[in-house]
């Protein structure tokens, strides 16, 4: 049986933000610096296309990050954010179309554009705690007062 635990949270609404960083944005400054502006406490990534030069990573089951330099398209950014926190993926390809992903890090900068549309669910908030389960601080999600 697993150990996960299932709640009764409300369904919730939800509303869209539309962003554009710039050439030489670092992505997570730019995002966390958005959630504040917004207040927006349990938001995702619902869609992000562009192309990054610098990228840190961080991949599974390592502590150290990888800092890449080049040209690099971005396949995909999936994740949540809260106002306190994010845990998100990036998946990139270089010229020749050969994929990379992880865990994104502090350092990722753009290129040329970063186009990135961002949900919040209206109706709960995200938070994250330690978990006895993984050794990780984990998403945490409750409705909204």
């Not at 349990?42 to 990888?66: F, H, K, N, P």
């Not at 020749?96 to 970063?114: D, E, K, N």
Request: aromatic share 6%.
């Amino acid at each position: 049986m697993s150990k996960t635990a299932l709640s009764s949270l409300p369904a919730s609404g939800a509303r869209f933000y539309a962003l554009r960083l710039l050439p030489g944005d670092e992505v997570l400054s730019q995002l966390r610096a958005f959630i504040q502006q917004h207040q927006l406490s349990a938001a995702w990534i619902a869609g992000c296309t562009g192309s990054m030069t610098d990228v840190a990573l961080r991949y599974a089951g390592r502590d150290e990050t990888t800092l890449l330099r080049g040209t690099w398209e971005v396949i995909s950014l999936s994740g949540t954010l809260e106002l306190t926190g994010e845990h998100l993926h990036l998946s990139i390809s270089d010229p020749q179309g050969a994929m990379l992903g992880g865990h994104m890090m502090p350092g990722c900068t753009v290129r040329t554009t970063l186009e990135i549309i961002i949900g919040e669910l209206t109706a709960l908030t995200f938070s994250r705690q330690p978990c006895e389960v993984s050794g990780y601080e984990e998403l945490v999600v409750n409705p909204r007062y």
